[in-house]
C-alpha cells in the first residue's frame, strides 16, 4: 500500500512539472514599433520571445495593443506581461523585470532641418524648449530628472513625431533609430528629411512581467530560454 501510495505521489510530481513545462503565457505586444513589433505585434521582439519560450515548451499567446494599454494590462494582471519595456525606476515600482534583456535599442534627438541645436543630453535642453515623445515610452532615468522643465509634447506613434519635426511644430523628438528609419521608409521619406543628431541613450528592451499576478515562472523560464539561446 506505501509503494502504491509512493508511486501516486511520483506520478502527480511529474505530471506537475510537465504542466508547469507546457503552461500558457499571454503577453501584450506594442502595435507600433517596427521592426521590432508592428501593427499586429509581429517583429524582431516576438521573434526572439517565442524562440526562447519555445526551447522552455512553452505556448505564449499575443495581444496587440497601443503601448500604454499594454503596460496598463501588464500592471493589472489582465495578461502576464508586457514588451519592449526599458528597465529604470518608474517602471521598476510597476513591474518585474528579469536579468537578461530581449534586445538593446538605441534613441537619439531628431530636429527639423533648419534647426542649429545638437543635444549631447538632455541636461542641455533648455528649459520649455518644446520636445516630442510617445505616450508611456520611457526615455531614461536623465530624461526622466529633467522632463518637468521642458514642454513636453506627446504623441501616440513615430509617424507624429516625424510630422510635426518637419512642420517645425517641436523643436526636438527623442526616438529610437531603428524605428525612424522604418517610419521614413514606410512613409516615402528620406533619412535627411529630418535631422539626426547624437544618442540620447541606449536602452536594454525587456519582457515586464505583472506585479498583480504570480508571473514568477513566467520570468524564470524566458530567462532560462534567452540562456539558451545564447548558448
Known sequence: MFFIRKLVYIFVFISCQN???????TLAAENSWPPYSDKNGNGISKNIIQAAYQAMNVEVKFIAVPYSRALKMAEHGQVDGAFNVTKQKSTIKRFNFGEIPILQATASFYYHNDSTMNFTSTDEIPDTTSVGVIIGYEYGNNYERNKNRFREVTVA????LIQLLRKKRIKVAIMFDEIVKN??????????DIKKGQTNHSSDIYVAFSKSKDTRNALKLLNEGLIQLTN
Not at 504542466?19 to 503565457?25: D, G, M, R, V, Y
Open 183 to 192: 517610419k521614413l521608409e514606410s512613409m516615402g521619406l528620406h533619412a535627411n
Open 19 to 25: 504542466c508547469s513545462a507546457i503552461e500558457s503565457i
Open 157 to 160: 506613434n513615430q509617424e507624429q
